[in-house]
């Protein structure tokens, strides 16, 4: 007899209709890159190396489920203009999954922050050094994410020298564009 199905991204149940499954995972310290799992697909991990330092960001069209663009912001060398030129582009009633890597403060402006708070961020405001955040919002809604985690860098709790444990969020988003919540 052939065991049933696994559930999209290894998920403990299948999504509903017209709901995408998702799984993201920050990285671990600077040593193993984040994952990013839509609709029971790796777009991104540390296995494919096409993961880096900073924030990981898939960009999914709300509606089809198609991925329109993929690739980490480099939040300590890259440049800012860029960078916010990127944040910018991305259209309302996009599905935004983002997971960070290492640092993703030190090119971090307030403005880059006001976007994510738009898709629905309500810890970006307080992700500091070396934090591990995830996060799965949609462009232009500005309403409260359910796909949030963040975990602080302090050296009384770290998980490793230096290091916050990892994050990670799952579960099941609706299809659709903007002003629906996520």
């Not at 405001?125 to 462009?139: C, E, M, P, T």
């Amino acid at each position: 007899m052939t065991p049933p199905p696994v559930p999209k991204c290894n998920l403990s149940r299948d999504c509903p209709p017209e709901h995408f499954a998702l799984h993201i995972r920050s990285g671990a310290a600077n040593v193993v890159g984040p994952k990013i799992c839509f609709d029971g697909k790796i777009i991104m991990g540390h296995v494919l190396n096409n993961v880096g330092s900073g924030l990981n960001i898939v960009v999914i069209n709300g509606e089809t489920g198609v991925v329109e663009k993929y690739g980490y912001l480099n939040m300590q060398t890259g440049n800012q203009d860029d960078i916010l030129a990127y944040l910018k582009a991305i259209e309302p009633g996009m599905i935004v999954l983002v997971a960070s890597y290492d640092d993703v403060t030190t090119k971090m402006t307030d403005e880059m922050r006001e976007i994510f708070v738009g898709m629905g961020s309500t810890f970006i405001k307080s992700v500091k050094y070396r934090d591990n955040w995830v996060f799965v919002g949609r462009a232009g809604t500005g309403n409260k994410s359910s796909f949030e985690k963040h975990a602080v860098n302090d050296e009384k709790s770290n998980a490793f020298e230096g290091w916050p444990v990892m994050v990670e969020v799952g579960g099941c988003i609706p299809r659709g564009a903007a002003g629906q919540k996520p």
